[in-house]
């Protein structure tokens, strides 16, 4: 089991190397190795909008093959992004077209990256020298106002597709706009990221009613960006889990907090400012900041070394959920018991209650007890992404 991080640190790599500020942040993406996969795989695409006709839909498949920056092209085959690709007006235009009507059938390369949508307008991405001057991609930056996509609707779902397998998800990390449900057949026959009937609006409506939460709304329910990147863009506070992180480290003060993972079981006290944790190894943590707890990152950064980072991600998902003050042995795996403090992660709280299975990737760390929307199979046959209705 890697990170997410891993799985898709090439893109975040290059791209910050662009200039773009995206940042991929932690959950689980991918398992055992299996039989080795095809070459490519069947991708269907199926439009159920309700709001937009194929003629307004276009698709963009790009990410990393090896160290190269590629997009995949309309007949399925992978070309590297190129500074020859921008047009007059500075953008590429990578867009594949839905079929005139019906499902669109096409070809996944073995690469590992992004499947945007974009609704009503082409994406406009361009392609810039990275520092060590190769070629690289800026993606969407949804959170950003001064992006070019800024004013268009778009979403994207990850993937990973390599002889070992299939590794995806619909994720709402960064943010959420456009409903998407992954259906993978192989092995098995998985489904996940459907909406239920008219959640999209919930979504609005539950975080326009918390008032920390309603600024991260942007437009006429173009889009919900997430409150790490709301902070960056100055509509959440810098300080929002700063009680909830007080409580925590004072809880811990005084007893032990029991945290399970692959590795066995950590044993951990809060003392001298930090919250340091025995048993198949020593591993310790600052006291984390919003940011951390949002970005699962910083104080809670996560490595992939099989100790400090399964600890991390744990302790990252129970102050997300609000479930670490008061359960001393985690992680806590009962839904029930998420998010049912006043400050909890309410942008992440309305993405599980919206989907049909209650799973979403609502934070970095969202797996922690498979609660993220992701599936795989070692002996994939096929790949259907759907825009659900609206």
């Known amino acids: 089991m890697i990170s997410r991080r891993k799985l898709l640190g090439g893109i975040a790599a290059s791209a910050a190397a662009a200039g773009t500020g995206l940042a991929f942040a932690g959950g689980r993406a991918s398992g055992a190795p299996g039989a080795k996969a095809a070459a490519s795989l069947p991708l269907t695409v ?78 406009k991405l361009k392609v810039v020298e990275d520092g060590a001057g190769k070629a690289a991609l800026q993606y969407p930056a949804g959170w950003v106002s001064g992006d070019p996509n800024y004013d268009i609707m778009h979403d994207c779902a990850e993937f990973t597709y390599n002889s070992s397998g299939m590794f995806c998800n619909t994720t709402m990390v960064d943010m959420f706009s456009v409903p998407l449900s992954i259906h993978l057949t192989g092995a098995q026959d998985q489904t996940t990221g459907t909406l239920k009937d008219g959640a999209r609006a919930k979504v609005f409506s539950d975080l326009a009613g918390v008032d920390a939460f309603k600024k991260l709304i942007v437009g006429d329910n173009l889009r919900v960006i997430a409150p790490g990147h709301g902070m960056g863009a100055g509509v959440f506070a810098e300080d ?24 066995g079981t950590f044993t951990g006290r809060v003392s001298g400012g930090k919250f ?30 099989g100790t400090t980072g399964p ?35 309410h942008y992440a709280k309305a993405m599980h209650a919206a989907t049909v299975d209650g799973k979403a990737y609502g934070f970095a760390f969202d797996d922690v007890a498979e609660f993220a929307s992701y599936i795989q199979d070692t002996a994939p046959k096929g790949i259907t992404l759907t825009l659900t209705p609206f």
């Open 311 to 345: 600890v991390a991600a744990i302790l990252g998902a129970g102050f997300n959920r609000s479930t670490l003050h008061n359960a001393d042995a985690q992680p806590t795996t009962d839904p029930a018991a998420f998010y049912g403090e006043d400050v909890t992660n």
């Open 46 to 123: 199926v439009n159920k909008t309700g709001q937009y006709d194929n003629g307004s839909v276009w698709l963009y498949i790009v990410g990393n093959e090896g160290d190269r920056q590629v997009h995949v092209t309309p007949d399925g085959n992978i070309a590297p992004v190129a500074l020859s690709d921008n047009g007059s007006d500075g953008f590429t235009d990578y867009a594949i077209p839905l079929a005139g009507s019906g499902e669109t059938k096409l070809n996944l390369p073995q690469m590992s990256g992004r499947i945007y949508v974009a609704l009503g307008s082409k994406l």
């Open 240 to 263: 929002y889990f700063a009680s909830y992180i007080d409580q925590v480290w004072d809880a811990y003060g005084s007893k032990d907090l029991k945290v399970t993972t692959n590795a």
């Open 276 to 305: 340091s944790f025995t048993g198949p190894a020593s591993v310790s943590f600052d006291k984390p900041s919003t940011k951390d707890v949002l970005f699962c990152d910083g104080a809670l950064a996560a490595p992939n070394d």
